[in-house]
């Protein structure tokens, strides 16, 4: 069981559907008890990353995030989802984000059209289990105009201006600022290879 953090806005149904299609049991979620039984955690975001954190903190979602983290079990962040992760963000100076991953989260640089809307290609920095099978230079698909700086959690980056965080993984901690359920049999794979890190009898991640 899948326990997807509802908050109230983001793309939630859309990680739902691409959780059943991978056979995992989703389920849209604000209560701790359930939360605290769940096999694996995701924190999916869309849009302005301080409505994100505002709706996050209004829902007692912040703390559910956390005690999931603590409890190791696997989590899953996506797009702004991923960025609430961090510490801040230039989005919107002065609000925190839940500090799970240590960084800031920047604009994307100048020269390029923002947000980045568009296919993309995956170049991996060190192996991740999240994308098992998965092929350097492999498509997926970004809607962002912010990505986390550069960190030694990250696993994954694309070029777009320049070399751009396109996924992290702190222990069982993961993230990906692209949308895996937006990205065709690539997204369902690396959602599939989350899944599988959230079976009972996987230890941590690589």
Known sequence: MIAILDYGIGN??????????????????RDADVVAAADGVVLPGVGNFG????????????????AAVEADTPFL?????MQALYDSSDEVPGVPGLGILSGHIQRLPDGVKRPQM????????????????????????FVHGYAPEMSDDVVATC????????????????????????????????VGNFVEQCRPDRGEAR
């Open 12 to 29: 939630l149904r859309s990680a739902e559907k691409t959780l059943e299609r991978v056979g995992a049991a989703p389920v849209l979620t």
């Open 51 to 66: 409505r994100v954190m505002q709706a996050i903190r209004d829902a007692g979602v912040d703390a559910l995030a956390h």
């Open 77 to 81: 962040g996506i797009c702004v989802g």
């Open 118 to 141: 568009q296919w993309n290609q995956l170049s991996f920095r060190r192996d991740c289990a999240l994308f098992d099978d998965v092929h350097e230079g492999a498509w997926v698909y």
């Open 159 to 190: 070029s777009y201006g320049a070399e751009v965080v396109a996924a992290a993984q702190h222990g069982n901690v993961f993230a990906t600022q692209f949308h895996p359920e937006k990205s065709g049999p690539t997204g369902l794979r690396i």
